[in-house]
Nanobody, 123 residues
């Protein structure tokens, strides 16, 4: 059974930082790209960033470029999202997802999803 488990969410003040983790298990993820998505109340789920299987390719939505960094540890089957200079607009439930092949920005193209972790940016 494939499982993606996110952790590291919480409440942080504007300008602060958080590091999310996504631990994958249940199958080999060789050849699978990983993505982070987020969904705020009343809004659609949106792509945040993604990383290729080998980690040599990454892609970010414009609003997080320069503030967020995605990385992966293949040996640990874990993906990370380092979030710096957080803004109230970053408040959302953050999900990690996996798909065979290249990074995609469309949520429906991903095969496996975690349960999500809440990130709240507020003073």
């Amino acid at each position: 059974q494939v499982q993606l488990v996110e952790s590291g969410g919480g409440l942080v003040q504007p300008g602060g930082s958080l590091r999310l983790s996504c631990a994958a298990s249940g199958r080999t993820f060789i050849g699978y790209a990983m993505g982070w998505f987020r969904q705020a109340p009343g809004k659609e789920r949106e792509f945040v960033c993604g990383i290729s299987w080998g980690g040599d390719s990454t892609y970010y939505r414009d609003s997080v470029k320069g503030r967020f960094t995605i990385s992966r540890d293949i040996a640990k089957n874990t993906v990370y999202l380092q979030m710096n200079s957080l803004k109230p607009d970053d408040t959302a439930v953050y999900y990690c997802a996996s798909r065979r092949g290249e990074i995609a920005v469309v949520a429906t193209l991903y095969d496996y999803w975690g349960q999500g972790t809440q990130v709240t940016v507020s003073s």
